[in-house]
């Protein structure tokens, strides 16, 4: 099963900053990271700069098209403003049907704001003890959402093709 989990940083360096942390880990073989992408919202910023992490991952990456609708969603749909309301209802219920549920997207808009950043990262295989410690240090806010097996499939099958 894989483990979609955002590390939330007080600073808007904080997620690049923990890359190399991830790396070490993924080197130890405590974490096995499929995919990832990096949110880093400065300080008066409009909207937030997102990087898909394709340098760490292998082959069963979901891609940049997963990361792009994802972040999307948490941060340029609300921007555009009434007009796309539906158009983001619409995507949030594509979400929830791939195991992504409402109250984790309300929570990651909550909390990436600008002067933050945020680390994404599709996972599996992880030792979370180590993980965690691994994280302690840098102040992150952990959330995470499991998705099943059927989930993961039906993520990788939506955002794969073309690719």
Request: aromatic share 8%.
């Amino acid at each position: 099963m894989a483990t979609l989990t955002v590390w939330r940083f007080p600073t808007a360096t904080g997620a690049d900053e923990a890359l190399d942390t991830l790396k070490k880990l993924q080197h130890q073989e405590l974490i096995k990271v499929q995919d990832g992408a990096v949110v880093s919202w400065p300080d008066g910023a409009k909207k937030p700069k997102t990087r898909h992490l394709s340098d760490m991952t292998g082959r069963g990456a979901v891609g940049g098209a997963f990361w792009g609708f994802l972040l999307g969603l948490l941060f340029f749909v609300p921007i555009l403003g009434a007009a796309a309301g539906a158009a983001g209802g619409a995507l949030g219920g594509h979400l929830a049907h791939l195991g992504l549920d409402e109250d984790f997207v309300k929570r990651l808009r909550e909390k990436v704001t600008p002067g933050t950043s945020a680390l994404f990262v599709l996972s599996s295989d992880a030792v979370l003890d180590a993980v965690r410690s691994a994280f302690a240090g840098r102040h992150a806010e952990l959330l995470e959402t499991n998705l099943s097996e059927e989930e993961e499939a039906r993520l990788r099958e939506a955002f794969t093709e073309g690719e």
